[in-house]
């Protein structure tokens, strides 16, 4: 089974079932575009992108794929932000999971760092999702 393009619907359910997170985010966790309501954009958020793909094959075909994504927290209170950061991480690594259309072997945090853009806080992690 490679449905290994469809792992943005598993990252934010993921995400969504930590109620730390939720109770902070109020649920507002995106893939790759910031949801504004009503043009006024609401913090902490997060968002998140497939931001590549390593397949591996051998002579039978492909074994699996290493999908690089990327998770950022964006909010205005550092302390707020590492805590949700320290969250996500938690919710995620080591974890595996398997359904009907896609089988999650391993997810490692990779890198992590910290950056700001217009007086706002960002925690960037990237993360290896192994699909077989």
Avoid at 16 to 32: A, E, H
Avoid at 95 to 119: C, G, H, V
């Amino acid at each position: 089974m490679n449905n290994s393009i469809l792992i943005g619907k598993y990252i934010a359910t993921f995400i969504k079932s930590d109620d730390f997170i939720n109770s902070q985010t109020g649920g507002r966790i995106w893939p790759l575009i910031i949801n504004k309501k009503n043009d006024e954009i609401v913090y902490p958020l997060i968002v998140y992108a497939r931001t590549g793909d390593n397949i591996s094959y051998d002579k039978d075909g492909r074994i699996k794929d290493d999908l690089s994504i990327t998770i950022v927290i964006i909010d205005k209170n550092y302390e707020r932000s590492l805590q949700l950061a320290n969250a996500v991480r938690k919710c995620l690594e080591y974890k595996t999971f398997q359904d009907e259309n896609i089988y999650i072997s391993d997810i490692r945090l990779d890198n992590a760092y910290e950056d700001d853009a217009d007086n706002y806080y960002l925690q960037t992690l990237n993360f290896i999702f192994t699909i077989q």
